[in-house]
Nanobody
Framework: QVQLVESGGGLVPPGGSHTLSCAAS????????VGWFRQPPGKEREFVAY????????VYADSVKGRFTISGDKAKNTAYLQMNSLKPDDTALYYC?????????????????WGQGTQVTVSA
């Protein structure tokens, strides 16, 4: 069982930077994949990025590639999403999730545990 708590959401001006955290209460094993997803207002939840906990290998959605960075601190059992050059289109409820089977996928159905989400609003 893994419980996830996201934090760090808030109001950010366009072009600004912000970092989200995802703290896990259960141990994240090396075979797991940790992902970040987001749900913009009135839209479906979408993939943002994931990291393979064992190797640190990462994959990003095209919409955030070059602007966002996912990372993990194994000692703290915490994942991060560093967001730079934020745009109004990045406004969304951001979720972290864990795939215990380590499938390396971007589909929501592959992820077994989810946090409650943290709101990021990009606006002047």
């Amino acid at each position: 069982q893994v419980q996830l708590v996201e934090s760090g959401g808030g109001l950010v001006p366009p072009g600004g930077s912000h970092t989200l955290s995802c703290a896990a209460s259960g141990r994240i094993f090396s075979s797991y994949v940790v992902g970040w997803f987001r749900q913009p207002p009135g839209k479906e939840r979408e993939f943002v990025a994931y990291i393979r906990w064992s190797s640190g290998s990462t994959v990003y959605a095209d919409s955030v590639k070059g602007r966002f960075t996912i990372s993990g601190d194994k000692a703290k059992n915490t994942a991060y999403l560093q967001m730079n050059s934020l745009k109004p289109d990045d406004t969304a409820l951001y979720y972290c999730a864990v795939d215990v089977s380590g499938t390396w996928g971007t589909a929501l159905r592959l992820y077994d545990y989810w946090g409650q989400g943290t709101q990021v609003t990009v606006s002047a």
